[in-house]
């Protein structure tokens, strides 16, 4: 967006919807052995990675969504889906067959169950035909060696909905190896309001997978709000009573916004990820639990953006509506790697006397500072505006083409915009 400088003399929400009760603490609160978990990006940053036989070099596999809704409803547990997904993490692809060289003891040390429902869970998997085993032993690569030998195929479906994982999530990083998130979700898990823990475990894994079917980051720089997700976020007044602060000699403006610290749910998303649970009320109340539970351990924060529009409004603009930039990132781990606007919005505004320095630090004349106020600001075109909205992304991300993309248009939307802010003079 460009803006000009002049020479002058003198909420409609799509679909049903539950919002949450209001958020404690948001996403501030994070376990300490996520610290390292953002130095995943730097390689992508730095090449675009091509999906690839050796998901291990890459840092993502591939599970198929199907056949992990298909093995729910058939009334499998948190650990079948979980065994499911540590085989799919040791697959080899071999033309059109999964070919996996991980087993119950693989399992056992990457998810804290015990070796006895570990290997529960592979029988299950197999009496129900997800896995089975190869007609003859098959060693991958050469030399011969126990961890290379294929112990189960996984089950190819026709109607298949490959969803990239990332690695991290079951091998762990930096400090957190020896407690993976995947791990984590097992063996920490709360009771929640529901109060059964066997389907809080199953709710929130769940949920994750499904998080990440919608965790488009090359078109949304996290997960899709139109997949029915995101915070909300209101007009709000300066100290000065004013919601929009005109930028002098400009055609542009400085926005006032504050989060309604409510978290928006589509139903329909709800009954995509918890589908197995009837009861609408239950299925809500057990949706926000595992919510909660993901946002806890870290596994995923909001990053408030401003967009073109409403992309799910009620008219024909929410359609192509798409980020403008990211303006703030509400996670102290990812701001120190990721980029957003906040610091050249408030420059910008300071240098143009959009925003004065002594009302904002002191309160000057009316006794209120902006400080810990919780408003933001964004700048945009006068007229045409922009739509401020919180949407949350996955803290591991495997490490795809979309990802490369993803993160590659993130840092040009901010550094165009940060190109149009300096033009902007006061």
């Known amino acids: 967006m460009e803006f000009i400088n002049k020479k002058t003399g003198n909420e409609n929400i799509h679909g049903d919807f539950y919002t949450a009760p209001k958020k404690e603490n948001e996403n501030e609160r994070f376990f300490n052995e996520f610290d390292d978990a953002n130095s995943m990006l730097n390689e992508a940053r730095k090449n675009e990675i091509e999906p690839s036989q050796n998901a291990k070099v890459e840092g993502f596999f591939i599970v198929n969504l199907m056949q992990i ?24 692809r071999r033309g059109d067959m999964r070919v996996s060289t991980h087993g119950a003891q693989s399992i056992y040390k990457r998810t804290g169950m015990s070796y006895t429902k570990a290997e529960a869970a592979i029988e299950w998997l197999h009496e129900n035909n997800f896995i089975y085993k190869p007609v003859n032993e098959v060693q991958l690569g050469k ?150 539970t993901l946002n806890k351990m870290g596994l995923m924060y909001e990053v408030v953006q401003i967009w073109s529009s409403n992309p799910n409004g009620t008219n024909n603009k929410a359609r192509t509506a798409e980020p403008l930039y990211t303006l703030y990132i509400r996670d102290r781990h990812a701001r120190a790697s ?30 209120e500072s902006n400080l810990q106020s919780g408003r933001f600001r964004y700048i945009a075109h006068k007229k045409a505006g922009g739509y401020p909205i919180g949407i949350y992304r996955l803290r591991f991300r495997p490490h795809t083409v979309d990802t490369g993309r993803g993160i590659a248009a993130e840092q040009t939307r901010v550094n165009n915009w940060k190109s149009s802010l300096i033009e902007l003079k006061g």
């Open 338 to 367: 990721e980029p957003y606007m906040q610091k050249e919005i408030h420059n910008t505004a300071f240098r143009t006397g959009a925003m004065d320095r002594y009302s904002e630090f002191t309160g000057g004349d009316y006794g």
């Open 143 to 292: 030399g011969i060696s126990k961890a290379r030998v294929v112990r189960w195929v996984l089950t190819a479906h026709i109607d298949e909905l490959d969803v990239a994982l990332a690695n991290t999530l079951i091998e762990g990083v930096g400090r957190g190896k020896n407690n993976p998130p995947l791990m984590q979700i097992y063996n920490d898990i709360g009771m929640g309001k529901h109060g059964v823990i066997a389907d809080a475990r199953l709710d929130t894994v769940m949920l994750l997978v499904h998080l990440y079917r919608h965790h488009t980051f090359a078109d949304c720089g996290g997960v899709n709000p139109r997949a029915g997700i995101y915070t909300k976020w209101v007009a709000a007044e300066n100290v000065q009573g004013e919601q929009v602060t005109d930028i002098p000699n400009s055609n542009g403006a400085l926005f006032e916004i504050a989060s309604s610290e409510q978290t928006t749910m589509f139903l329909k998303f709800a009954a995509e990820a918890l589908f197995y649970v009837e009861d609408i009320d239950e299925r809500n109340l057990r949706f926000w639990d595992a919510f909660h």
């Open 69 to 92: 809704d298909r093995m729910v409803s058939l009334g499998a547990s948190a650990e079948e889906v979980l065994a499911y997904m540590v085989l799919a993490r040791g697959v080899n």
